[in-house]
């Protein structure tokens, strides 16, 4: 198949993936063989619980009354004021239960893997917000949990890592590489291959083998749902553009996805750019990588010439990842999206403008969609709508931001 | 007939099992692996597997893990492993090498090339653990017109009626995975190998070898009383490490303490008579 084809044969950009779990020739199912039966069975029961209507009405209880959803689409009035130009507004998933987007992919995954009879959770967290929402549900449905997470991230995002263990999970810190995302997720993996009676992996983004970037993609595309019954109440059209940030890509296949067959309304990923995308210091896999094969899937990837997956730099922990969504990097490749980079100097500087101007503290990882957003709403003219996903709240990086700003807590 | 068949066609004239060992390219440096690879026929290796290093060997235990990263650290790269396999092949025409490792490196090579380059190295088949049958064909035309084996995987949690998907298109032998789980950690006991092997010998010819867990002459011969081979990686790769010097570097004992577990391993293995 090749690249700019849409997945199905369709006329839809929203069908895919096709049915070997591929967008494109982005994706697929890249794992060792004791994985397949799982990947099959965990297929086959998302299948049944697409075309259960009590599992939706399960799904949808649980996201008003405990979620916390829908999350308001808010006019950030003091932000256009101050930039000038494009009506701006944020998608409020900061106001989520445990303080980000990360809950909507965990709380349908809960339910599948209660369907699928299983009483232990893995995952694997980066910012530990991912660690946090699935901590949540398993304190609230009694399941065990074991939470991987990068020995440097553990260090830089704490109060996250207490949550988590207040909320009962075993929160393991993983030394390998670098200590980040990557590694915890290679832990993650071997953590459910080697307790595949009883475990469920509970993947926290749009990547990993097939069917977990469309699963997620579903349970995230509420954000965008929303986003655009509300945009149309508020506005009474479609927005110009959507920005979100792009760690793997849940928060932003999230919103985009709904918007996918609307070719008026511009789809921006924000990466992250660490100290410059020709830093040698980034997370912008798109914009720096190449194809290759990594966590079950092809996409880009941060590597060298060897094949080595390098390792990425962001001051967001919840965007240093050398990988992306396959379902980014086909969007990319047929160029229904477009992404850009921010820098952490960016994100800082975007950080503070949104608390300053709307009283909202945007995550770090959310800062860095902020940034664009504020970098190309002067350029566009006043009647144009600009949409930016606040995937989370800043609460968690306050002692980052505190350290770059050169403040003692 | 390949070089695969070819010996396990002899070794069972002979009425023998294989051991099959491992060993991680560059680890920890090019001139020490290519020793312990020259050593191991000589120490009774019936065939061997050469690790390639991977940054994120997502299916590997800590022992493999730590191998790979001596392995990148020791300068491996595609190219540095295949001059290892070249240069252990002037010295030994017979013994099949079986190249380990996962998919992404192969695809940075091209995996056309990479097919080519390794056949003209000398290598005879691959392993290729993050590329189930579903995927395998990024790599099984070009293999197959390099005259490369590709050596399947199977483990517990396939099912039978996966099986026949799993070993269409393989060759040279399959590789049982004997436990769920990362290598070097748990052992399969043998009840469990005595359940699994009849189950896999239904659907295929091949000879069959089993990994993972098998640290010991005695778990060896245990593997090759119910099996056609037994791989030995972490218990060797363990050795290897104790034998290390506090900056990483091989000392004098590394590659002789190496191919002295082998010879353990291989000594009980070649005393069952099949
Ligand atoms: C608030 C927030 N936004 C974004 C991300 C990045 O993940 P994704 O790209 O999957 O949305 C994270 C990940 O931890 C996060 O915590």
């Known amino acids: 198949m090749s690249a700019t084809q849409t997945p199905a044969g369709t006329n839809s950009l929203r069908s895919g993936p096709d049915n070997r779990g591929r967008f494109g020739i982005f994706g697929g199912r890249f794992v060792a063989e004791t994985l397949m039966p799982l990947l099959a069975e965990l297929e086959t029961a998302y299948r049944a619980t697409q075309a259960d209507p ?130 915890a997720m290679n832990e993650a993996m071997r953590d459910w291959v080697t307790n595949v009676h009883d475990t469920y992996f509970l993947v926290g983004t749009v990547a990993g083998p097939h069917p977990y970037p469309e699963m997620v993609r579903d349970f995230q595309s509420v954000i965008g749902e929303e986003t655009k019954q509300q945009i149309m109440e508020a506005e009474g059209r479609l927005p110009d553009a959507i920005v979100a940030a792009i760690g793997g890509g849940s928060n932003a296949m999230g919103i985009f996805h709904p918007f996918l067959d609307d070719p008026e309304v511009k789809l921006i990923g924000v990466e992250a750019a660490g100290c410059g995308l020709d830093s040698g210091l980034t997370a912008a896999s798109i914009e720096r990588g190449r194809p ?75 800062a860095h969609a902020i940034a664009y957003a504020a970098k190309i709403a002067p350029d566009m003219a006043k009647d144009k709508i600009l949409v930016v996903n606040i995937s989370g709240r800043g609460d968690k990086d306050i002692f980052t931001v505190a350290e770059r700003l050169g403040v003692k807590l | ?13 002979h009425g023998r099992g294989a051991l099959i060992p491992y060993v991680e390219a560059c680890d920890p440096d090019y001139d020490t692996s290519l020793a312990i690879l020259r050593g191991m026929p000589g120490a009774g290796a019936d065939l061997i597997e050469v690790g390639v290093p991977f940054s994120d060997p997502s299916a590997d235990g800590p022992t493999i893990q730590k191998a790979a990263l001596r392995g990148l650290k020791g300068g491996s790269s595609m190219k540095r492993v295949l001059e290892m396999v070249r240069a252990f092949r002037e010295g030994d025409d017979e013994t099949p090498i079986i190249l380990m490792g996962y998919t992404n490196p192969i695809e940075a090579y091209g995996p056309e090339r990479f097919c080519v380059d390794a056949r003209k190295a000398g290598v005879d088949g691959l392993i290729v653990v993050d590329l189930p049958p579903e995927e395998s064909d990024l790599l099984a035309g070009p293999a197959a017109a390099a005259g490369l084996d590709i050596i399947r995987l199977v483990a517990p949690t396939t099912p039978d009626e996966r099986l026949p998907v799993v070993f269409s298109g393989a060759s040279g032998f399959v590789y049982y995975v004997s436990i769920t789980g990362v290598t070097g950690t748990r052992t399969a006991s043998t009840d469990e190998l005595a359940q699994a092997l009849p189950r896999l010998r239904k659907a295929t010819d091949l000879p069959i070898a089993i990994g993972f867990g098998i640290r010991t002459p005695e778990l060896a011969a245990n593997a090759v009383r119910v099996a056609d081979a037994a791989v030995v990686a972490s218990a060797l790769l363990n050795t290897l490490e104790t034998t290390l010097d506090e900056e990483g570097k091989a000392t004098s004992r590394t590659v002789p303490a190496v191919l002295e577990q082998l010879r353990g391993l291989a000594d009980a293995v070649h005393a069952v008579k099949k």
């Open chain 1, 54 to 183: 009590a599992f939706r009405r399960e799904l949808d209880y649980y996201l008003k009354d405990y979620v916390g959803r829908p999350s308001p689409l808010w006019f950030a009035r003091r932000m256009t004021e101050e930039l000038g130009g494009a009506r701006i507004y944020m998608k409020r998933e900061e106001l989520n239960h445990t303080g980000s987007h990360k809950l909507n992919n965990v709380m349908g995954q809960i339910l599948l893997a209660r369907r699928m009879g299983r009483t232990r959770i893995v995952a694997e967290t980066g910012a530990g917000q991912h660690g946090v929402a699935t901590a949540t549900v398993c304190a609230l449905f009694g399941m065990k949990c074991a939470i991987y997470m990068g020995a440097t991230d553990v260090e830089r995002q704490k109060p996250n890592v207490f949550r988590m263990k207040l909320l009962g999970a075993e929160v393991v810190p993983v030394t390998a590489g670098a200590g980040t995302l990557k590694d």
């Open chain 1, 292 to 366: 290759g094969v990594l966590h079950g899937n092809r996409t880009y990837l941060m590597q060298d010439e060897d094949g080595q997956i390098t390792e990425a730099h962001s001051i967001s922990a919840g965007l240093d990842y050398p990988g992306v969504g396959p379902e980014h990097s086909w969007l990319n490749d047929i160029g229904r999206a477009e992404y850009v980079g921010a820098t952490d100097q960016d994100a800082l500087d975007a950080f503070q403008l949104c608390t300053r101007t709307e009283g909202i503290i945007p995550a770090l990882e959310s």
């Open chain 2, 1 to 13: 007939m390949s070089r695969i068949a070819r010996r396990f066609a002899s070794l069972r004239q």
